[in-house]
C-alpha cells in the first residue's frame, strides 16, 4: 500500500526537535509520514531552550558529554555539529553562528528554528496536533497508534514503520513512556537534569548573583567542576554555573551516590596573599570587608554562617574569611521534572541499535531524542542528540 491508503509509511510520534526532524528527512525521501503531537503546538519545548536562544549544538560535541558514550559514538560521529549547520542551513533555510562554542541560530531566537521546522513539516508531513498516544498496538501491517483527540475521543492510525520521539516530562513534557514499557520494553530510572541544585544555604539572598568556580562531590569524591555565574534561590543554587554541573548530580544519584556537597569559590584566580591584602585594606569591619570580592547580601551571609560578628577586625578573622569566599555546602533533594531542562533516564539503549536507532527486538521500531536513556551536558548537547538521532533513524530514506 503506498500514499492514499490508510496504512502510512511511518508515524512519528512526538513533534519536538527530533521528530519533527526526522519526520522532515523521511518526507524529503518520498515517505508518507504522519506525525502525532500531544501538545497544541509542534516543538513547543524547543522554543524555551538556551533562554529562548536556542542553543542547537556544540562545537565540542563528543561521545565523553554524554552518560553513554559507547551508544551515542556511532551516532555522532555520523552527525557531527558541522553536519547540524549544513542541515539547519539547506533543510531549513536557517543560518547558524557560533558563540563561545555553542551554536544558535543566527537571528539569537528560538522561534527562527522552531517557525522553519513548523512551516518544513506542515509542508511536507501531515501534521496532527492535541492527539495525544494511548496505546501501541503490533499489527501484520506494522503498527496501529490508539489515540485521544481534542475532544478526547478515541482515533486510530496505521503505519509500516513507527518513531517513537516522545521527548520526556521536563519543562511542560509529557510523560509518554508507558507506551513502549507496555509493549515490555524497559524504562530506567528517570531524575530531573539540567536544573537548579537544591540547597537551603542561601535563603535570604534569593535573586544575587555571582560568578565562582563550583567543584561538585558526591560522597566524599570530585565530580565535576565548572565556572560560570551563580544565581542564588531560597531553595537552590542556579544559574549556568549549576545548570552545567547538574548532570553530573542526576547521573551520581542514579549510580548511588547520597552525600553531596558543592564548593563555590569566589576567587579562583587569586592567592591567599592577595585576597589578605585586599581584606585588610578595607574600611569596613571583618563582615563589610567581603564587598570586595562578593556582592553585599552575599557577604553578610556567608559572614554570619561563619560566625563573624559584627564590628570584628578583617586581620583576627582572616581564616574565617577565607573560607567565607570558598564556602562549601550540602546539595540534597530533587529539583521538579518542570525546573528540568531534560531528563536523566529513559528506554534502556541496550534495546536499540545506535547504527539505525531501530528496535533489537521489533522490526520497523525506532526510538530517538530524550525518549532513550541518553542526557547529555548543558551547551547544546542534549539537542544535538535530538537532531543526530533523528537524522540516523532517517538515514536509510533521507540523510542531509
Same mark, same amino acid.
Given at each position: 500500500?503506498?500514499?492514499?491508503?490508510?496504512?502510512? /509509511?511511518?508515524? *512519528? !510520534?512526538?513533534?519536538?526537535?527530533?521528530?519533527?526532524?526526522?519526520?522532515?528527512?523521511?518526507?524529503?525521501?518520498?515517505? &508518507? *509520514?504522519?506525525?502525532?503531537?500531544?501538545?497544541?503546538?509542534?516543538?513547543?519545548?524547543?522554543?524555551?531552550?538556551?533562554?529562548?536562544?536556542?542553543?542547537?549544538?556544540?562545537?565540542?560535541?563528543?561521545?565523553? @558529554?554524554?552518560?553513554?558514550?559507547?551508544?551515542?559514538?556511532?551516532?555522532?560521529?555520523?552527525?557531527?555539529?558541522?553536519?547540524?549547520?549544513?542541515?539547519?542551513?539547506?533543510? %531549513?533555510?536557517?543560518?547558524?553562528?557560533?558563540?563561545?562554542?555553542?551554536?544558535?541560530?543566527?537571528?539569537?531566537?528560538?522561534?527562527?528554528?522552531?517557525?522553519? %521546522?513548523?512551516?518544513?513539516?506542515?509542508?511536507?508531513?501531515?501534521?496532527?496536533?492535541?492527539?495525544?498516544?494511548?496505546?501501541?498496538?503490533?499489527?501484520?501491517?506494522?503498527?496501529?497508534?490508539?489515540?485521544?483527540?481534542?475532544?478526547?475521543?478515541?482515533?486510530?492510525?496505521?503505519?509500516?514503520?513507527?518513531?517513537?520521539?516522545?521527548?520526556?516530562?521536563?519543562?511542560?513534557?509529557?510523560?509518554?513512556?508507558?507506551?513502549?514499557?507496555?509493549?515490555?520494553?524497559?524504562?530506567?530510572?528517570?531524575?530531573?537534569?539540567?536544573?537548579? %541544585?537544591?540547597?537551603?544555604?542561601?535563603?535570604?539572598?534569593?535573586?544575587?548573583?555571582?560568578?565562582?568556580?563550583?567543584?561538585?562531590?558526591?560522597?566524599?569524591?570530585?565530580?565535576?567542576?565548572?565556572?560560570?555565574?551563580?544565581?542564588?534561590?531560597?531553595?537552590?543554587?542556579?544559574?549556568?554555573?549549576?545548570?552545567?554541573?547538574?548532570?553530573?548530580?542526576?547521573?551520581?544519584? @542514579?549510580?548511588?551516590?547520597?552525600?553531596?556537597?558543592?564548593?563555590?569559590?569566589?576567587?579562583?584566580?587569586?592567592?591567599? &596573599?592577595?585576597?589578605?591584602?585586599?581584606?585588610?585594606?578595607?574600611?569596613?569591619?571583618?563582615?563589610?570587608?567581603? !564587598?570586595?570580592? *562578593?556582592?553585599?547580601?552575599?557577604?553578610?551571609?556567608?559572614?554570619?554562617?561563619?560566625? !563573624?560578628?559584627?564590628?570584628?577586625?578583617?586581620?583576627?578573622? %582572616?581564616?574565617?574569611?577565607?573560607?567565607?569566599?570558598?564556602?562549601?555546602?550540602?546539595?540534597?533533594?530533587?529539583?521538579?521534572?518542570?525546573?528540568?531542562?531534560? *531528563?536523566?533516564?529513559?528506554?534502556?539503549?541496550?534495546?536499540?541499535?545506535?547504527?539505525?536507532?531501530?528496535?533489537?527486538?521489533?522490526?520497523?521500531?525506532?526510538? !530517538?531524542?530524550?525518549?532513550?536513556?541518553? /542526557?547529555? &551536558?548543558?551547551?547544546?548537547?542534549?539537542?544535538?542528540?535530538?537532531?543526530?538521532?533523528?537524522?540516523?533513524?532517517?538515514?536509510?530514506?533521507?540523510?542531509?
Amino acid at each position: 500500500m503506498g500514499k492514499g491508503t490508510d496504512v502510512k /509509511d511511518y508515524i *512519528v !510520534i512526538g513533534a519536538g526537535a527530533s521528530g519533527a526532524m526526522c519526520a522532515i528527512l523521511l518526507a524529503r525521501n518520498g515517505k &508518507d *509520514v504522519l506525525v502525532l503531537e500531544g501538545g497544541a503546538r509542534a516543538c513547543a519545548k524547543l522554543a524555551a531552550t538556551g533562554n529562548g536562544r536556542c542553543n542547537a549544538s556544540n562545537v565540542e560535541i563528543s561521545p565523553s @558529554r554524554y552518560n553513554v558514550p559507547e551508544f551515542v559514538a556511532p551516532v555522532l560521529s555520523r552527525f557531527t555539529a558541522e553536519s547540524l549547520r549544513s542541515c539547519f542551513a539547506d533543510l %531549513l533555510g536557517v543560518a547558524t553562528r557560533e558563540v563561545d562554542g555553542r551554536i544558535y541560530p543566527y537571528g539569537n531566537n528560538s522561534g527562527c528554528v522552531v517557525n522553519a %521546522l513548523i512551516a518544513r513539516l506542515s509542508q511536507c508531513c501531515e501534521l496532527k496536533v492535541s492527539v495525544r498516544a494511548k496505546r501501541i498496538v503490533r499489527a501484520p501491517f506494522g503498527y496501529e497508534v490508539v489515540a485521544s483527540d481534542a475532544d478526547g475521543g478515541d482515533v486510530r492510525f496505521r503505519c509500516r514503520k513507527l518513531v517513537f520521539a516522545c521527548g520526556s516530562n521536563a519543562t511542560m513534557g509529557f510523560d509518554s513512556l508507558s507506551l513502549m514499557s507496555d509493549l515490555g520494553y524497559r524504562v530506567t530510572e528517570r531524575v530531573p537534569s539540567i536544573a537548579p %541544585l537544591p540547597t537551603r544555604a542561601f535563603r535570604g539572598v534569593s535573586g544575587v548573583r555571582a560568578y565562582a568556580r563550583g567543584t561538585l562531590f558526591a560522597d566524599g569524591g570530585e565530580i565535576s567542576t565548572r565556572y560560570g555565574e551563580v544565581l542564588f534561590r531560597d531553595d537552590a543554587v542556579s544559574g549556568m554555573l549549576a545548570m552545567e554541573l547538574s548532570s553530573a548530580y542526576a547521573r551520581a544519584l @542514579r549510580n548511588g551516590a547520597r552525600a553531596f556537597s558543592l564548593v563555590l569559590d569566589f576567587v579562583p584566580d587569586i592567592p591567599d &596573599d592577595k585576597i589578605d591584602g585586599i581584606l585588610c585594606s578595607s574600611a569596613c569591619d571583618a563582615r563589610g570587608a567581603l !564587598i570586595g570580592f *562578593v556582592p553585599r547580601a552575599l557577604g553578610e551571609k556567608l559572614a554570619a554562617a561563619a560566625g !563573624i560578628e559584627s564590628g570584628a577586625r578583617a586581620a583576627d578573622r %582572616l581564616d574565617d574569611l577565607r573560607r567565607c569566599l570558598r564556602p562549601e555546602i550540602t546539595i540534597e533533594g530533587l529539583p521538579s521534572f518542570k525546573q528540568a531542562q531534560v *531528563v536523566c533516564g529513559g528506554l534502556d539503549t541496550s534495546q536499540f541499535s545506535p547504527k539505525t536507532m531501530m528496535s533489537l527486538r521489533d522490526e520497523g521500531l525506532f526510538a !530517538i531524542g530524550e525518549a532513550l536513556d541518553v /542526557d547529555g &551536558d548543558c551547551g547544546g548537547f542534549n539537542l544535538h542528540w535530538a537532531w543526530a538521532s533523528a537524522a540516523v533513524c532517517a538515514s536509510e530514506e533521507a540523510s542531509c
